[in-house]
């Protein structure tokens, strides 16, 4: 009997323990007491879809003290959409104390976009400041410029749904820096008037099309780097001179074939004498023997073949072997 006592007891709080968890009688009176009205029955039905009443009941009080008017219905299906129900409640309450036009529907669209509605409120509120990075720019006396500036966003609440976000305003800020130092005639007008560069960014409407309205933006520093225009002309005229080298090695190349082409011409040439110096001594025999030729026409020529010889080597020194060498033998 015992045994069975306490099974029974076991059961009774098992059963109690699961009706409490379906029907939360607590969440029901704490709502109840709070002015909002949700049925029991209602409370039930969230557990079942699997939907955390406490969320909901907490948030419907938080719109309620607040004076929202939301339905435990519109609450449920952001939720089941995958929203953020607290973050939205906080950002609605936010908007409405600051007096900025933000309804459930465009709060739960910002909020389903993967955006911070509150953050967004807040920023809207309280805009913020975005530190550009170091932007480097030439101007047209080829000197670089490197700035760095601070531009102050708020939020837009009716871009936040497909505008574009931070990267882009700090890429057309960007853009907008590189196109005013380009466009200044010396470096040193950039450096006397910084706000010019501030001037031009903003008449760009840069934050067309994104998620933000810039309100301002001022550069914070200016800094001198690189003389860009003369490492240019010293680039240029380096490879200027070694195009120039590049055609005296051709034309050098070229003289050289020429003098080799010459030269084995001279060689051809030489050859060609050699070769009918050959055929000398075969014609003064061929002449010997037809009677053409006698010994003393021969003797006369050897004299004055001598007589050259000599007058050559007198002439030139070094080439005194030169007639004897090409001298045909007997």
Known sequence: M???????????????????????????????????????????????RKVPPSLIVNSM???????????????????????????????????????IPLSFKQATAIDLAG????????????????????????AQDGIQLIAKARVTVRANINQLVGGAGEETILARVGEGIVTSIGSSTSHKSVLENPDMISKLVLQKGLDAGTAYEILSIDIADIDVGENIGAKLQIDQAGADLRVAEAKAEERRAMAVAVEQEMKAKAQEARANVI??????????????????????????????QSDTDMRNSIANPGQQQQGSANRPKE
């Open 275 to 304: 070769q009918a110096e050959v055929e000398i001594p075969q014609a003064l025999a061929a002449a010997f023997r037809s009677g053409n030729l006698g010994i003393m026409d021969y003797y006369r020529m050897q004299n004055i």
């Open 61 to 99: 009080i938080n719109s309620t003290k607040a004076g929202i008017d939301l339905t435990t219905t519109e609450l449920e299906t952001h939720y089941l959409a995958g929203g953020n129900v607290p973050m939205v409640i906080k950002a609605l309450i936010s908007a409405d104390k600051a007096n």
């Open 115 to 138: 955006r911070n509605v509150f953050e967004a409120v807040t920023t809207s509120v309280n805009p913020k400041v975005i530190n550009t990075p170091n932007v480097a720019a030439v």
């Open 2 to 48: 015992e045994l069975s006592a306490i099974f029974l007891i076991a059961g009774g709080i098992i059963l109690l323990i699961i009706f409490l968890y379906f029907v939360p009688i607590s969440l029901w009176i704490t709502a109840l007491f709070s002015g909002v009205r949700v049925g029991l029955a209602e409370l039930i039905f969230m557990r079942i």
